[in-house]
Nanobody, 124 residues
Framework: QVQLVESGGGLVHPGGSLRLSCVVS????????IAWFRQAPGKEREGVSCISRSNDWRHLLDSAKGRFTISRDNAKNTVYLQMNSLEPEDTAVYYCVTNMDPGCSSWAHEYDFWGQGTQVTVSS
């Protein structure tokens, strides 16, 4: 059974940084793409960033460019999302997801496995 457990969320001031972690268990993470999605109150889920099996990554969200970095440590079965220059608009629950495929997808419905989420709140 695949499990994804996120951590690292919290309250941060505008301009601050957070690093989210996602520990994957139940499978060997090396073979699969892992992505981060987020959902703000009253809004649909949206993709943030994704990293493929071959360590290729891309942002699924334009506003993530230049501010967020996704990385993976297969030895630790962990994926990270470093978020800098955070803005109030980044406030959301952030989810770690996998489609059990080697490549990334931009579409939430194509991901079958979701973590429980971690809350990120950006506020002064």
């Amino acid at each position: 059974q695949v499990q994804l457990v996120e951590s690292g969320g919290g309250l941060v001031h505008p301009g601050g940084s957070l690093r989210l972690s996602c520990v994957v268990s139940g499978v060997k993470m090396d073979y699969y793409a892992i992505a981060w999605f987020r959902q703000a109150p009253g809004k649909e889920r949206e993709g943030v960033s994704c990293i493929s099996r071959s360590n290729d990554w891309r942002h699924l969200l334009d506003s993530a460019k230049g501010r967020f970095t996704i990385s993976r440590d297969n030895a630790k079965n962990t994926v990270y999302l470093q978020m800098n220059s955070l803005e109030p608009e980044d406030t959301a629950v952030y989810y770690c997801v996998t489609n059990m495929d080697p490549g990334c997808s931009s579409w939430a419905h194509e991901y079958d496995f979701w973590g429980q989420g971690t809350q990120v709140t950006v506020s002064s």
